[in-house]
């Protein structure tokens, strides 16, 4: 028995909801990575700080990995700090401006929304990633400096 249109299509906007809803969850997941190597980079500048300053390297020697571990703080900082991913539209607000609409209707304006989503969330998700590439940069630094100073 051949497709309908109908058929078709409803087959095309469930498929199509689908992959809209897979890329959000991936989205949050990535979000809740980065999140993760943020708290593990400010832990790893504690601790690598704090055996600078057990070993008895004083003054002028510490400021370079003061600095490094300054960087790390605030790139994991901005990266940990609060923002607002946008995942599904409410449902309250899907009532209220669709109740009298089809069913097609319906799943195309969630689809939408779903769509404008992702796009905002990559632009939240690519900050965030830029703040923790300034935290492992200075990670990096305050662990290079620490190693030379111990080195020399």
Request: net charge neutral; hydrophobic share 55%.
């Amino acid at each position: 028995m051949p497709e309908t249109v109908h058929q078709r299509d409803s087959k095309t906007t469930a498929r199509l909801a689908d992959i809209a809803m897979d890329t959000l969850r991936r989205q949050l997941a990535t979000a809740d990575a980065l999140d993760a190597k943020a708290w593990q980079a400010l832990g790893a500048g504690s601790v690598i700080l704090a055996l600078g300053v057990v070993g008895d390297l004083g003054g002028l020697v510490l400021v370079l990995p003061l600095a490094g571990y300054v960087c790390v703080a605030v790139g994991s900082f901005f990266c940990l700090r609060v923002r607002r991913f946008e995942v599904m539209p409410s449902t309250t607000g899907l009532w209220q401006d669709n109740w009298f609409r089809p069913v097609a209707d319906l799943d195309h304006t969630v689809i939408y929304a779903l769509v404008t989503a992702e796009a905002t969330n990559r632009a939240i998700l690519h900050d965030k990633a830029r703040d923790l590439r300034v935290a492992l940069v200075g990670l990096a630094i305050e662990t290079a400096a620490l190693v030379l100073v111990a080195l020399f």
